[in-house]
């Protein structure tokens, strides 16, 4: 199965895209509106956790040293 096929690839790049869009969105938002008080950093920080997890879980499972059952 190709990378384009892999339904797990497809997920991740998704989930990737729709982080960077959105907290770039709250970001621009952020510094627009109040720029004196940064809060756009606790929505990076929280859903980056998030998303490196998925990252590690995904990288583990894609070279082979996920967990068999």
């Not at 790049?13 to 509106?33: D, E, S």
């Amino acid at each position: 199965m190709t990378k384009r096929q892999d339904p797990a690839m497809r997920a991740f790049v998704i989930h990737l895209c729709i982080f960077v869009v959105v907290v770039g969105g709250l970001a621009a938002l952020n510094l627009y509106r109040h720029p004196d008080h940064i809060w756009f950093i606790w929505v990076l920080a929280g859903w980056g956790i998030g998303l490196a997890a998925t990252t590690w879980r995904f990288c583990c499972s894609a070279l082979g040293g996920g967990r068999r059952s």
